[in-house]
């Protein structure tokens, strides 16, 4: 089966509704600001974020009210401090109030990869001493029936929208990404549906070892996206751009400048290359 490669746009509109639940996963590098700003641009609203460690694109989505719920394992600025929107949301309910759904990381994986393998739920040792049971409900306890070992217990993610960002993919549609992989291959089969928006499109992948490829049938939609995952970083392609990720702390720190920002470089700008070209002026 062959995925044809449409522009952004075009696969926000075809594949993301309000009230959707959408997987936007990529762990340090590969995270797929594009895409995130495309669904800011469309104005979705009422979407069920899910992303183990939610960092600048969810605090841009919650911001812009994209958000009605976070299911998250760890939540802020990485190597700088707390996400500003994300925090105004859940202690003043700006711009609308958020619900959170915390777990832990060993927690978010395991219920992906059972989503993956249509189990209904995930079974992992964890959260021993830890008081997140006692604030979430998806957080249980059971007792495993061969060796009567107390077990943690969490509902699988099947996410209506699994959203990646990755290195390559070819013209029959298969994904290729290297570096550091963390859960894409696992929501891609987990969710409904799945973007992935790409440095390139390429006559062959020429996969190294070891590297995760994601076959056609996994996908609905391939953008070409020079760039997608900036600030953050693609391996192979271009590095972390650090100046920008200290920079969005004083840009979030306040609803105002926070709002100027997006109005002026997301919503001001008619796709992701040209806020990358409006931001490099």
Sequence with gaps: MSTSSISLAEAIRLH????????????????????????????????????????????????????KKLVFSWGGHPGVGSLHRFRDAVEKAWPAPLEIDERSHAAMSAAYVAGAAGLPMAVLRGFVGSDLPNHNANIRFIECPFTQEKLAATPAINPDVAIIH???????????????????????????RCIVTVEEIVDKLEAPPNA??????????????????????????????????????????????????????VLGTENFAEFRHQLAS
């Design 16 to 67: 993301v509704s309000d009230g959707d639940s959408v997987a936007l996963e990529g762990f340090t590098h590969l995270i797929p600001f594009a895409a995130g700003h495309e669904i800011i641009r469309q104005r979705r609203r009422d979407l069920t974020l899910v992303r183990l460690t939610p960092d600048l694109i969810c605090d841009q989505l919650i911001g812009m009210g994209c958000a």
């Design 166 to 192: 990755a290195q390559k993919a070819d013209r029959q549609g298969n994904v290729l990404l290297w570096g550091i992989v963390g859960v894409q291959k696992e929501i891609a089969l987990a969710a409904t």
């Design 212 to 265: 995760c490829v994601l076959p056609a049938w996994t996908i609905d939609a391939i953008c070409e996206v020079p760039g997608g995952a900036f600030p953050s970083y693609a391996h192979g392609y271009y590095e972390r751009d650090n100046a920008a990720y200290l920079a969005w702390d004083a840009v979030s720190k306040s609803r105002e400048q926070f709002t100027a920002w997006m109005d002026q470089h």
